[in-house]
């Protein structure tokens, strides 16, 4: 296996941990799931959380600090084999992986922090006001990380669709964006993880 087939393995294993790391934060021991409408209803948020322990969102966020970081080993290959088709298609796929990578870490442990103390304050009308308000004041880490992972599928879509790699274009489909496009009505939890995986197992065949 080459290094760079050996990088993207890497990165498939790191977006399948971090999508683990996601269900973490979602899914409440006693079969509840936390939502976007918990966000607005303090008592709904208190009752789904109501079993959550702390090492769930503790767990995501040590894991998933550790999950981003082989994930960049697969960014960084796909830069370097990138790198034998176009300068310029590879500088903005590793901008936009920088981008993505380090914001989207802090963005994670803000999410995982953001539950951590909720739970640890006692899920209280006070605790919900402030973990939202945390939210919303670092909202720029999700928007910044969403930013770059678009930016990164994009140009990697039209490098390929152009013919600008020796890739056949059908192999466009192994995409973050586009795999995430197509299952974004599935509401499924950690899609983008799962859809990162995807992507660089499919590119690892076909590089």
Not at 98 to 112: E, K, S
Not at 132 to 137: A, P, R, V, Y
Not at 138 to 159: D, E, H, K, R
Not at 181 to 199: L, Y
Request: proline share 3%.
């Amino acid at each position: 296996m080459s290094i760079i087939k050996s990088l993207l393995l890497i990165a498939a294993l790191g977006h399948l941990l971090c999508g683990c790391c996601d269900c973490l934060l979602t899914y409440v021991p006693g079969g509840k799931k936390f939502g976007v409408k918990q966000l607005s209803d303090s008592n709904l948020m208190a009752d789904t959380f109501e079993k959550m322990p702390l090492r769930n969102p503790l767990l995501s966020m040590l894991l998933g600090c550790l999950a981003l970081f082989m994930c960049s080993f697969g960014y960084y290959g796909i830069y370097l084999w990138m790198k034998g088709f176009s300068n310029v298609y590879a500088v903005i796929l590793l901008i936009s992986t920088d981008l993505f990578l380090i914001i989207g870490t802090a963005h994670h442990i803000l999410c995982g922090v953001s539950e951590w103390f909720y739970v640890r304050m006692g899920r209280t009308e006070e605790a919900f006001h402030a973990v939202i308000q945390l939210f919303k004041d670092t909202s720029a880490t999700m928007i910044g990380c969403y930013l770059g992972w678009a930016v990164f599928g994009i140009a990697l879509f039209v490098a390929v669709i152009t013919g600008a790699t020796d890739l056949p274009r059908w192999a466009c489909v192994f995409n973050c964006l586009p795999l995430f496009i197509v299952t974004f009505p599935f509401h499924i939890v950690g899609k983008g993880n799962w859809c990162g995986a995807v992507m660089f197992v499919g590119l690892m065949f076909m590089i």
